[in-house]
């Protein structure tokens, strides 16, 4: 039997020593969660299917930081470990590659170079490269307005996707699906898809972003923002096409522990690695 | 030398290293052929099957030996992949053959890569799989091997039948990877140093 993913994410702080485990509100406020390799392990223990780190310290100076995590974390947690953020260069991916990371996840360096996708399926492997889009609503009155865009109808209304880079400091006028498309074609393994509406506001995952998107490319497509307790993770593995969702404060704060929601999940039918 | 670890350059070793650490063993990486003397090999490995068939090249006489003294050697994933006689992956390149059959493309209607935890169902007895019938393990690729002789141990399912495991004599291979397959797959690698 194929499983449904459960994917906590670590947003790391890497400007304090060994690293702190944050999570913001809509991309902006900070609240403090604990130290980054012992929440993974903890999260292993209660039966993560995968775990990833985001690394959300804006100077480039970290760096080191991070690789302790991902070698500390890899000596006692065996599920596949990704890193984002901070990823420019094949030679970053190398360093998290060696340290022991299995993926990593590339949003403004694919962006802003899209041939660092083919180049990281080449070197690596397509398994090893995930492309994160961080997709933003963009609300319009007729369709001349979206003109090129891939309109999606919303109980909010109609939209169309844009993506932003730099943790959703700036906007690209790219289109999310079509930008998915593409990086499909240039061999990504997987997409990461977060809505940024929805990202902090434990208000469920965005179900029309998440359709659209994941019936429109073949790769795996992992639903992110806005979970907020267990019947958020049904509905998205119900009503699209994702293999897998990721989810950050609900497991932080032991609102809900991991090996609950897949119990959940298993009741209602779903089918996970208990 | 108990265990050695073969590194031929395809992905990172530190996790199949990492795991057989934490299960008390004392691996050892093994960067140059002719330090390959181990009474138990295991060859990782992800990425291309053509690479992988290069740069394994140099290490295939002293793998060969063990394989004749019926050493247990383990392939895993691409590791795997190299035993079988050539692949669809990589035209034209020879693996080492020393399983009769293809490494073909997943005829599946199924995403593809097949990423995930995917339960194995056990076919035919092998030491390796003991204790893991029905178990979910985790899965990265979008090739896999058809033997064209009876070796298949374990088979998984997505939208057709996967070859997850074979086995004969004292080789083994995976299709999973066990060292991220939390504890079944930690179960799998000590009923490999339990050999």
Known sequence: ????????????????????????????????????????KKYYEDGADEIVFLDITASHE??????????????????????????????????????GADKVAINTAAIKNPQLVNKLAKYFGSQACVVAIDAKRRYITSLKE??????????????????????GRRFTGLDAIKWAEEVERR???EILLTSMDRDGTTDGYDIQLTKVLSEKVRLPVIASGGCGKPEHIYEVFKKTKVTAALAASIFHYNIFGIGNVKKYLAEKGITVRI | ????IVDYSMGNMKSVYNAFRYLGAKPTVVKKPSDLKADKIVIPGVG??????KNLAPFIPQITKAITSRKPVLGICLGMHLFFENSEESPGIR??????????????????PHIGWNSIKIKKECPLFRGLDGEPMYFVHSYHPLPEEDIIAVTTRYGCEVTAGVCRGGVYGTQFHPEKSGGAGLKLLENFLEL
Do not use: H
């Open chain 1, 1 to 40: 039997m194929f499983c449904k993913r459960i994917i906590p994410c670590l947003d790391c702080d890497l400007a304090v020593p060994r690293g702190r485990v944050v999570k913001g509100i809509e991309f902006k406020q900070i609240k403090y969660a604990g130290v980054p390799w012992k929440l993974a």
């Open chain 1, 62 to 99: 970290r760096r080191g930081t991070m690789v302790e995590v991902i070698e500390r974390t890899s000596e006692d947690v065996f599920v596949p470990l990704t890193v984002g953020g901070g990823i420019n260069t094949i030679e970053d991916a190398r360093r998290v590659f060696n340290a």
């Open chain 1, 146 to 167: 979206a003109k090129g865009k891939t309109v999606v109808r919303t109980p909010e209304g109609s939209c169309w996707y844009e993506c932003s880079i730099y943790g």
């Open chain 1, 187 to 189: 061999g990504a393994g």
């Open chain 2, 1 to 4: 030398m108990d265990l050695a």
């Open chain 2, 48 to 53: 291309a099957f053509g690479d992988g068939a």
């Open chain 2, 95 to 112: 693996g080492m053959g020393v399983f009769r059959g293809e490494v073909v493309k997943i005829r599946t209607r199924q995403r593809l």
